[in-house]
């Protein structure tokens, strides 16, 4: 196992563009860390300062309090997973897991006994002797992680292992992955696009933001229910959260014809007067019947799509001026298209953020 710190690590490229900004972590023993972000945030350049393939332009990079900046990969005791597989295509299933210990030249009693420990761990006993192209995408990806797990590194590094497979394989993977993780328990740094893998795999969760910064880092359960900026609580949550924008006017949100009385939600209401601010509350947390301490939100059905367990109801709300928003609801008391649908936030379920600064306003609600 492994302990990184990152102290104001910052990535500039020679054409100028600044990848990553002021990166600030202190990652412990054995956690699995997951990055996430949209594309160009820099969670990938990331990965590669830590694997010592890229170098870092200003900051400080520890591992196990080791300044690490120049070290040598070689040096960092790291095994990568990257999103390609990067298999041998001449060399089998058995040869690709024994690859790097034979390069470093490990006997082959240890070498067989180490390959057949890690292919039953991954289930990949009976396929030792076939090609990376008789093989499916998800067993191609335990190969992978094989070859990384079988050296017994303290750091394990995967730059979004799972991408190309398909969503019932990603299922599996991700389930698997983090079991070898609680066996082996190195410390992991898993580079995501997919937030769902993200919430169900990591301890921490790292969300960045396109040029490189970094918003909020936190568990998973810190991220989803207290998202500290408009970007978290947009990006983490599938449908995203909703967003109704307008201005405090005597404590109240006044827009698209609703009057939502701030006062419960908002620490202190005086300091948001006059001021522009969105109010937010996640599809799935509406309530069909109204409770003691919540907002009666009144819209129009436009689309509703039958999911199973749930469906989504798409609406909006307003009469003249309208705003699109996306509720969860049963789908066994669901609305009909072109109904009129009144539903409920708790308290416990809004949040209000500064439209300016994009910050959430002060307030002590526990959210449930």
Same mark, same amino acid.
């Given at each position: 196992? !492994? ?27 054995? %956690? ?20 010592? /393939? ?21 040096? #960092? ?7 390609? $597989?990067?298999? +041998? ?8 897991? !024994?690859?790097?210990? =034979? ?23 009976? +396929? ?23 050296? @017994? ?20 993977? #991700? ?52 998202? @500290? ?22 404590? @109240?949100? %006044? ?7 701030? =006062? ?15 109010? !937010? ?11 003691? !301490? ?27 001026? @309208?705003?699109?928003?996306? /509720? ?7 609305? %009909? =298209? ?5 539903? $409920? ?7 209000? $953020?500064?439209?300016? =600064? ?9 959210? #449930?």
């Amino acid at each position: 196992m !492994a302990q990184l710190k990152f102290v104001d690590v910052n990535k500039v490229y020679p054409n100028g563009y600044h990848a990553v900004h002021d990166f600030n972590m202190e990652i412990g023993d054995g %956690e699995f860390i997951c990055l996430v972000g949209d594309s160009g945030c820099g969670k990938s350049t990331t990965l590669r300062m830590i694997a010592g /393939l890229e170098d870092i332009t200003s900051g400080d990079f520890y591992i196990d309090g080791v300044r690490a900046n120049q070290m040598s990969s070689r040096d #960092r005791g790291i095994a990568m997973v990257f999103q390609s $597989y990067a298999l +041998y295509p001449h060399l089998t299933v058995y040869e690709n897991l !024994a690859f790097g210990l =034979t390069l470093e030249g490990v006997d082959a009693e240890v070498i067989e006994e180490k390959v057949q420990a890690t292919a039953k761990i991954l289930g990949l006993t009976d +396929y030792l002797e076939r090609f990376p192209r008789a093989l499916s995408g998800g067993q191609c990806q335990r190969v992978a992680v094989g070859r990384a797990l079988i050296r @017994k590194v303290n750091i394990f590094l995967m730059d979004e292992p799972l991408s190309n497979l398909d969503a019932k394989q990603r299922v599996t993977m #991700r389930s698997e992955i983090k079991q070898i993780h609680r066996s082996v328990g190195a410390t992991t740094i898993y580079v995501t696009h997919d937030q769902t893998e993200a919430m169900t795999m990591s301890d921490r969760i790292v969300v960045m933001k396109s040029g490189g910064y970094v918003q909020q880092i936190g568990t998973p359960y810190e991220l989803y229910f207290y998202p @500290k900026n408009l970007f978290v609580a947009g990006f983490i949550g599938e449908p995203p959260m909703n967003f109704i924008r307008g201005t405090v006017n005597g404590g @109240k949100l %006044e827009a698209y014809g609703l009057n939502i009385d701030l =006062t419960p939600v908002v620490k202190d209401v005086k300091s948001i007067e006059g001021r522009a601010v969105v109010f !937010a509350f996640r599809p799935e947390a509406i309530k069909p019947d109204k409770g003691a !301490a919540s907002y009666e939100i009144k819209s129009k059905v436009e689309l509703t799509e039958l999911l199973g367990d749930t469906t989504n109801v798409y609406a909006t709300v307003g009469s003249e001026e @309208k705003v699109n928003i996306i /509720l969860k609801v049963n789908p066994h008391r669901a609305p %009909e =298209t072109g109904s009129d649908f009144t539903f $409920y936030v708790p308290h416990t379920a809004a949040y209000v $953020y500064d439209a300016e =600064t994009e910050e959430i306003v002060e307030n002590d609600i526990e959210r #449930r």
